[in-house]
């Protein structure tokens, strides 16, 4: 028996060592997007039969002032019809077909609206919302998340648009904000701009609680280091390796987003 304890305990201990002591958070990008058509509820529904841990998505505001999910400023790549959803209203938006792009089987879908999203959350589990727009959509989007039922922890905000990041910490300083960053590499100097220090800099200025990096863009475990020894969350998308998501969790991030996250979560961790 003892000895059966001792083997146990070295397991774990190995566990730990493999993945840094940490067990990073995966996130559905634009749900389970491999198998069901993005960011629609078919998708982000696969998400939480497959115990995902949190869903990714992005969001526009309509003419008539409705929050809806879609990733691009058109809806020409993934609908049936080529509408620019801030000239739309919801209705007109509603109409489209939003998933035989993917596979005729989900003929009929329909962009959702965030706060048909939010509904689907299971107990535990998160969502990262990402603004695509400016801080315009900010009021409409605390209406929803006040609204949702769920806790602040759960709804956590991402963008690109540190304006727009800024206002969603001043209007919901409860929840958790992530900027969104995609350094890019000078062909000749081979430097990254903007730098780790200029990122961590404009996180801190907009009261952001984290940083959200394209895992390609200059990243290493320094890198990482000098984000957590900041204070500040680190995150990186969009990862579908499991090598690297394997390097990542053992440096350190506190979350993965993934085309494929019960897939990479069942490679990287094992589980």
Known sequence: MNSMIVAMA????????????????????????????????????LAWER????IELDIHLTSDGQVIVCHDYDTKRTTNADLKIKESTLAQLRQLDAGSYKDPKYKGEKLP??????ATIPEGKRCFT????????????KQVMDSSGKTAEQLVIISFHAD????????????????????????????????????????KEIHADGLNVNYKAGMNEAAVKKIKAAG???????????????????WGV??????????????VLGE
Not at 21 to 32: L, Q
């Open 10 to 45: 070295l397991c774990m201990m190995g566990a730990g060592l493999a993945f840094g002591g940490n067990k990073p958070e995966f996130e559905a990008h634009r749900g389970e997007n491999s198998v069901a058509p993005e960011n629609t509820l078919s998708s982000f529904n």
């Open 51 to 54: 115990h995902d841990d949190a």
């Open 113 to 118: 609206l965030l706060s048909e999203v939010l």
């Open 130 to 141: 990402e603004i695509k727009v400016g801080p315009e959509i900010v009021p409409a989007l």
């Open 164 to 203: 727009a990041l800024a206002e969603a910490k001043k209007q919901l300083p409860a929840h958790q904000c992530y900027y969104l960053t995609s350094p890019k590499q000078d062909k000749k100097t081979k430097k990254w701009s903007p730098t780790i220090d200029e990122l961590i800099a404009t996180a």
């Open 232 to 250: 500040l969350k680190c995150y990186i998308w969009t990862c579908d390796e499991p090598a690297i998501g394997k390097k990542y969790a053992d």
């Open 254 to 267: 506190d979350g993965i987003t993934t085309n494929k996250a019960m897939w990479m979560k069942e490679q």
